[in-house]
């Protein structure tokens, strides 16, 4: 399976309206190791074609949609990135730390992440027929190079989400 010995921590806290999670590797080998990661956060949304997050423009991403192993290279030039028109997956490079999806309803989920360098824009359109009009996923993710841990060291990011209102 993993020929490292670590330990992974994972907590997730509640506190009024905010979601934190914070997710830390450490490494208890005699031995340096290599790993990316990503979390795979799924959003509710009113429906698809309302979804927008921000944050992202100007960013150099992965286009993953037409072929994943083999993704072509682009710059976002909108303002917002959409949903609803056909596949969704892209990983954005080098992303800023504040993103923001808007869910459809005037509020808008804002996501502030440390340690993460990415962030993942997805949804199955027609893959998925039965679901995907009612969620998108966000993520923050480290995918463009591995995170090496020393011995005795750890790797660390964390990530809080707040409802908060659409600015116009």
């Known amino acids: ?3 490292y010995k670590f330990k992974a921590v994972y907590s997730v806290t509640l506190h009024d309206e905010q979601l934190r999670t ?13 790993f990316t990661a990503a979390l795979h956060s799924y959003f509710e949304v009113l429906h698809v074609d309302q979804a927008k997050v921000s944050g992202l423009k100007g960013l150099t991403h992965l286009d993953k949609s037409q072929d994943p192993k083999n993704p072509s290279k682009k710059t976002e030039d909108r303002e917002k990135v959409t949903f609803g028109q056909g596949l969704v997956d892209s990983v954005y490079l080098n992303a800023p730390e504040h993103v923001e999806l808007e869910v459809g309803t005037g509020a808008a989920i804002a996501i502030d992440a ?3 360098e990415d962030v993942v824009v997805w949804n ?5 027929k039965d679901s ?3 969620f998108v996923c966000v993520e923050n993710a480290i995918t463009n190079r591995s995170v ?7 790797w ?3 990530t809080n989400f707040n409802v908060v209102d659409v600015q116009q």
């Open 22 to 34: 914070d997710f830390r590797v450490l490494n208890t080998d005699d031995k340096p190791f290599e």
């Open 114 to 116: 440390s340690g993460w």
């Open 148 to 154: 090496t841990v020393k011995p005795g060291e750890s």
């Open 156 to 158: 660390r990011a964390t």
């Open 1 to 3: 399976m993993w020929p």
């Open 132 to 134: 995907y009009q009612q």
């Open 124 to 128: 199955p359109h027609l893959t998925m």
